[in-house]
């Protein structure tokens, strides 16, 4: 692994690929904004690596060190600002980590866990994400003249989103009546809705949050899975 490391930190950035020789770990369970994040380091000459929740990040980070941490601060096993904090104050600390939210109030969160940027959801803006993580870097891991690229119209993936709102359904039809994950579930059915720019879902899952109403949430997914995912 260290061999591989060494490739990628020999590859040079350019303007047209600020983020040549870049490893960036995601972790997101949300394979709708996974997918979005692999399209922008794709445009941006990154590589990228996934894991879906913390149990997931602290494997991938026994094996390797990225250069850059992108941590959801939902997870459904705990809060994003823990791993955060752990990836800070690892030695040798990652060298950008960044919070990411549909929440713009974790922010606030992610920055005291010792992130050095947030990014809020639907990540829809290349020349941000690139930012993000460029105003961070050592200045001989930036490309010698920044050209950020336009942003670019980055459409929610349909099968990802489709795997994404199904998997939803999944949690919100337990049988448990007190759902632990209750806020979870809210929390990531909204980032979900955002990234799809979906407004009436995203106001279901802000009502699922206070009320616990199952049945109105059932239908608002029901309804987007039916109206919105190309068959």
């Known amino acids: 692994m ?34 979005a994040v692999r399209l922008m380091c794709i445009t941006s000459g990154a590589r990228l690596r996934r894991a879906d929740c913390m149990e997931s990040a602290r494997r991938h980070l026994r094996i390797y060190r990225p250069d850059v941490a992108i941590v959801d601060m939902g997870l459904p096993d705990g809060d994003g600002a823990d791993l955060i904090s752990e990836l800070a104050q690892a030695t040798p600390r990652t060298q950008t ?25 639907p990540l829809n803006s290349i020349a941000g994400f690139q930012s ?36 939803a359904l999944e949690l919100l039809n337990k049988n448990d009546k007190e759902d632990a994950q209750s806020g979870y579930l809210a929390a990531f059915i909204s ?34 899975l039916a109206e919105k995912i190309a068959v």
């Open 191 to 224: 980032g979900v809705a955002r990234t799809a720019s979906d407004p009436t879902l995203e106001q279901a899952a802000e009502r699922y949050s206070t009320t616990q109403n199952r049945s109105d949430l059932r239908a608002a997914l029901t309804d987007f």
């Open 2 to 35: 260290t061999g591989m490391s060494n490739t990628l930190h020999s590859l040079k950035p350019t303007s047209r690929r600020p983020l040549h020789g870049l490893m960036v770990l995601l972790v997101e369970d949300s394979l709708t904004a996974g997918e």
């Open 97 to 121: 980590i960044i919070g990411l939210s549909a929440d713009p109030s974790r922010a606030t969160a992610a920055m005291k866990a010792d992130a050095d940027s947030f990014i809020e959801k």
């Open 132 to 167: 993000a993580i460029l105003m961070n870097l050592p200045n001989h891991r930036r490309p010698m003249d920044i050209r950020l690229l336009p942003d670019l119209a980055f459409e929610a993936d349909q099968r990802a989103l489709q795997e994404d709102l199904n998997h």
